[in-house]
Nanobody, 130 residues
Framework: QVQVTESGGGLVQAGGSLRLSCAAS????????MGWFRQAPGKERAFVAA????????YYADSVKARFTISRDNAKNTAYLQMNSLKPEDTAVYYC???????????????????????WGQGTQVTVSS
């Protein structure tokens, strides 16, 4: 099994930037998709971005498209989420997830589905002040 740990959250003013990191460990020799989700107070966990096991395909929620960029470095077993032009509505706990059953991942809807990801991190808080 793959374990993941997030880092890089914090407090930033609106319009600012943050970069989140997600370090994977464990069964990292097998391919796995990676995703970022977020959960704001009183709301359900929501899809933010995802990347295929080989880094070729990326997917974004409409609310973050053109502002956030997901990437991965398989040599370092790490995925990143570069967040630019942050807005107060981006405030949430951000979770990284790994999906080792790559046969589940074909379409955007597959990458946006929380049940397709088997391993989740503890989350990192991102707070954007206005």
């Amino acid at each position: 099994q793959v374990q993941v740990t997030e880092s890089g959250g914090g407090l930033v003013q609106a319009g600012g930037s943050l970069r989140l990191s997600c370090a994977a460990s464990g069964r990292t020799f097998s391919p796995y998709a990676m995703g970022w989700f977020r959960q704001a107070p009183g709301k359900e966990r929501a899809f933010v971005a995802a990347i295929s096991w080989n880094g070729i395909n990326t997917y974004y929620a409409d609310s973050v498209k053109a502002r956030f960029t997901i990437s991965r470095d398989n040599a370092k077993n790490t995925a990143y989420l570069q967040m630019n032009s942050l807005k107060p509505e981006d405030t949430a706990v951000y979770y990284c997830a790994a999906g080792p059953r790559i046969e589940r991942f074909r379409l955007y809807t597959d990458y946006a589905a929380t049940p397709n990801f088997d391993s989740w991190g503890q989350g990192t808080q991102v707070t954007v002040s206005s």
